[in-house]
């Protein structure tokens, strides 16, 4: 079993920038990847990045690609997305999940690769 935690969310104004943390506890020994999705009102939860647990590859969505940074902290056990230039379409609850067994590294970018869950962090880009 792994546990995850979010944490970091809140109320900023477009072009600011919010630092969310994941902390990932419990067996990881099966991790391949932690990665982080959102879901607006009235949206599908979608893929916004992950990162490869042990081999540290990363994975971005088009929308965020350059202005999202994921990263791990192995000290704190947390996998961490900077995200800067924020706008009001980036408004969500952002999730993070890991996965229980190896998939093919495609599959990640899709719920279905991850049987872990967050709670979630709510994320407001507003004016």
């Known amino acids: 079993q792994v546990q995850l935690v979010e944490s970091g969310g809140g109320l900023v104004l477009p072009g600011g920038s919010l630092r969310l943390s994941c902390s990932v506890t419990g067996s990881t020994s099966n991790t391949r990847a932690v990665g982080w999705f959102r879901q607006a009102p009235g949206k599908d939860r979608e893929f916004v990045a992950r990162?490869?647990?042990?081999?540290?590859?990363?994975s971005y969505a088009d929308s965020v690609r350059g202005r999202f940074t994921i990263s791990k902290d192995s000290a704190k056990s947390t996998i961490d997305l900077q995200m800067n230039n924020l706008t009001p379409d980036d408004t969500a609850v952002y999730y993070c999940?890991?996965?229980?067994?190896?998939?093919?590294?495609?599959?990640?970018?899709?719920?279905?690769?991850?049987?872990?869950w967050g709670p979630g962090t709510q994320v407001t880009v507003s004016s």
């Open positions: 999940a890991a996965d229980a067994y190896r998939r093919a590294l495609s599959a990640y970018s899709g719920t279905g690769a991850y049987d872990y």
């Open positions: 990162f490869l647990w042990r081999e540290r590859g990363t």
